[in-house]
């Protein structure tokens, strides 16, 4: 078995992590949206101002996991945050699953089940009750992965990449 290191994201590593949300999320909606869709996506929400922002942004907590001394995947977890739709049943002390992204060479090698679990750990050493995420509805493969955690729907909302709205289903569990 080939070691799996995961480690806080530091200030410093943000070009690591900038290259890593990016191709994630290329391998993961780039046969499934629109060039231009992407493309402003990418500009928007992907650029490194962005997400220098978003780490260090007070209750973010960025993860990137190594497997085998390679960058392989990253953590974005949320402290106390709430589902943005008010119409939602507030959670019990939640903790956002934001981003939970594997390349794809190393899938098929349980690093996303690593990951995951290093989010249980860290829900449960903040005290967080509940861990809630969105996943787009025709994902199926996140939908399985999920659904084999014992997490269960609760509500939709609506995700923007580009101009295409896509459905994400919102998915809670307990800690």
Not at 142 to 148: D, E, Q, T, V
């Amino acid at each position: 078995m080939q070691p799996i290191v995961i480690k806080p994201v530091e200030p410093e590593m943000l070009d690591t992590l900038v290259q890593l949300e990016q191709q994630t999320f290329m391998e993961t909606f780039g046969p499934t949206h629109q060039p231009d869709d992407l493309a402003v996506f990418m500009q928007e929400r992907k650029d490194a101002a962005t997400l220098r922002e978003q780490l260090l942004q007070p209750g973010s907590l960025y993860y990137l996991l190594y497997y085998d001394e390679n960058v392989a995947g990253f953590l974005k977890l949320n402290l106390g945050k709430q589902p943005d739709d008010a119409a939602h049943t507030q959670l019990p002390s939640p903790i956002e699953l934001e981003k939970i992204y594997v390349l794809k060479a190393y899938q098929g090698h349980k690093l996303g089940k690593a990951l995951i679990q290093h989010a249980y750990t860290m829900a449960r050493e903040h005290q967080a009750a509940t861990i809630w995420l969105g996943v787009w509805e025709h994902n199926t493969k996140a939908l399985r992965f999920y659904a084999s955690e014992g997490f269960e729907k609760f509500g939709e909302h609506t995700f923007k990449v580009g101009q295409q709205s896509d459905t994400d289903w919102l998915l809670k569990k307990s800690c």
